[in-house]
């Protein structure tokens, strides 16, 4: 346990060395989508942290220091909220005779959907479908996929990525005159 005197002299380095780092360390997780309490959690466990400092001198950047304690917390909460348990069925046999069988509904929602890409794909320029389809349908490397084209990898970075931001521009357009068309139905249908 810290004498008091090594306590007032670690309460007076925080207060005036971290402390001011903790409007940026709190937008940084903001930034990461990190709901507000937990972000208070964080920042708080950052503090209980930096209590257990034995030489704070040593630290030459305060301000990087609580960042780096407080990214690394917020890393292993993060894992820690990955892991499924196991014991949530406590006998297999429990669910050996229920139905596994996927919901017909969503199967064909799925479909619908899966077929809306494929449209928006049939569309691109040839060269980013078929750089999307051997990327990202049949799996291949970058490398993989130059090698099949005859390309450089470069070409095949910047028509992965212009595939990928068409194709997103092509199912939006294709959501909002699919949305279009629903409201002039309803609407077509309140008149009559």
């Known amino acids: 346990m810290a004498s008091p005197m090594r306590r007032a002299e670690l309460v007076k380095w925080v207060a005036t060395t971290v402390m001011p780092h903790e409007p940026s360390v709190r937008a940084w997780l903001r930034r990461r989508r990190v709901p507000k309490d937990e972000i208070d959690e964080l920042i708080q466990e950052g503090y209980c942290r930096l209590a257990g400092v034995e030489t704070p001198d040593a630290i030459i ?11 690394n917390l917020l890393s292993k909460q993060r894992a820690r909220s990955q892991v499924v348990q196991i014991d949530i069925v406590p006998d297999v046999t429990e669910i050996a005779g229920a139905d596994l069988a996927p919901d017909p509904e ?3 929602g799925d479909r619908v959907e899966f077929d809306r890409v494929r449209a928006v794909i049939a569309t691109l320029p040839e060269r980013c479908r078929q750089v999307l389809e051997l990327r990202k349908l049949e799996g291949l490397s970058q ?6 084209m005859g390309i450089a990898e470069t070409i095949v970075e910047n028509e992965g990525a212009r595939a990928l931001r068409l194709l997103i521009e092509g199912l939006r357009t294709q959501g909002d005159n699919i949305a279009r068309d629903y409201e002039e ?6 008149r009559t």
Request: no cysteine; aromatic share 8%; glycine share 8%.
């Open 61 to 71: 950047n305060p301000g990087a220091f609580f960042l780096t304690t407080v990214r």
């Open 106 to 108: 969503l199967m064909t």
């Open 143 to 148: 490398r993989e996929v130059a090698e099949r």
């Open 185 to 190: 139905r309803r609407s077509r249908g309140r």
